[in-house]
């Protein structure tokens, strides 16, 4: 059934729930990157995950066209389709950023957010944010929706509006009631949105979509500076596999599939992301604090709260925020515990002897 959370769980896919909760953690940490620098991945990650979620529905606009129709100075006049489906991705997007805390796993926020997504898009004005009375032929990827949707479909599933609200209810029982991790349950019902196709138009950008918003809701705050779209463009000969099987193939089978998949692209998105911070990082200057923070490290070896607030006459607390940062940046190592802490050059030799 969609929505319910693979039982098949593989060395594989605890590997890359594994790297994704170790990125989240990191991620948590104060001052990874100064704020401008994250505005500035943020900006990069809306370009590449509006461009890319366009291109996977069969867009043909490139990274360039879309910064330019998002940023540039224009008056919202579309002159195709392709522009339309990009702001209605962008708009969709940054509701889904503002407001991720307000939008719940429900029919009704769902519909909403098809809604932005078809916004501009005039050829889909009839069916935006309304579920298909009907369900889709099995050969719907092969073949073009049927021109009277309402029609009755031989050997037709069950009507997919029913089978979205138990997609959703198995999904937030998962999500609320902690009965798989939040990664198989975002993969569960991403993966049901695609198997169920419910809506006419759309369905690939909104699971996509839905994914940023449930990661963004069970803690994973990383996802707006790094686009999972662009993932899976990389990849998509095997995700449009992975969205065929979803409809074609034993529904047990293809959701373990689909999930060891999709698990495998978000492993991918956090070393990239974490690739990005590094290199961040490298380039970034120090403060001038900091700088004689990290030059007494590599002058004495090793330097404590005490010892530094000593040698820079800085506020304590001024000081503690400051190595907090280089340790969070990687410059420094933090060892030892509360009035034992030292800090110094990541794998010191000295790092399991505590300071004299």
Same mark, same amino acid.
């Given at each position: ?6 039982? *098949? ?19 948590s940490r104060p001052g990874i990157l ?54 209605? !991705? ?58 009277? $949707? ?33 990664l198989l349950a975002i993969a569960a ?75 495998? !692209?978000?492993? !991918? ?17 120090? $403060? ?14 090793? *330097? ?50 505590? $300071?004299?």
């Open positions: 059934m969609e929505g319910r959370h693979t039982e *098949v769980i593989t060395p594989g896919m605890l590997r890359a729930v594994g790297t994704v909760d170790e990125f989240k953690g990191r991620w100064p704020p401008e620098r994250l505005a500035a991945l943020q900006r990069v990650a809306t370009v590449e995950s509006v461009g890319s979620s366009i291109r996977l529905d069969g867009a043909a606009m490139d990274d360039r066209a879309v910064e330019r129709l998002l940023f540039g100075p224009q008056a919202r006049a579309f002159a195709s389709r392709d522009e339309q489906e990009a702001a209605g !991705c962008a708009d969709a997007l940054e509701m889904v950023v503002k407001s991720w805390r307000d939008i719940g796993l429900t029919e009704h926020h769902l519909r909403l957010l098809h809604g932005f997504l078809l916004r501009h898009a005039e050829r889909d004005a009839r069916h935006r944010g309304r579920p298909r009375s009907q369900p889709l032929p099995q050969n719907v990827f092969l073949e073009a929706v049927p021109a009277a $949707p309402d029609a009755a479909l031989p050997g037709a599933d069950p009507e997919p509006s029913r089978r979205l609200a138990a997609l959703l209810a198995d999904a937030a029982a998962d999500l609320d009631g902690d009965r798989a991790h939040p019902v991403t993966g049901g949105i695609l198997a169920i196709q419910p809506f006419q138009d759309g369905n690939g950008r909104l699971s996509r979509l839905l994914a940023t918003l449930l990661l963004l809701k069970h803690g994973y705050a990383y996802a707006t500076c790094c686009a999972l779209d662009r993932v899976f463009e990389d990849r998509r000969d095997a995700y449009e596999l992975a969205v065929r099987r979803l409809r074609e193939a034993d529904a047990e089978t293809a959701s373990a599939e689909w999930a060891a998949f999709f698990l495998d !692209c978000l492993a !991918c998105q956090v070393t990239t992301l974490a690739e990005r911070i590094d290199r961040e990082q490298r380039m970034a200057p120090l $403060p001038p604090l900091s700088e004689m923070i990290f030059a007494a490290v590599r002058s004495h070896g090793r *330097v404590t709260v005490r010892a530094a607030t000593a040698l820079t006459g800085a506020n304590r607390n001024t000081v503690k925020a400051h190595l907090q940062r280089l340790v969070a940046e990687g410059r420094l190592a933090r060892r030892g515990q509360r009035k034992g802490t030292w800090y110094e050059l990541p794998g010191g030799v000295d790092a399991e002897r505590p $300071p004299a």
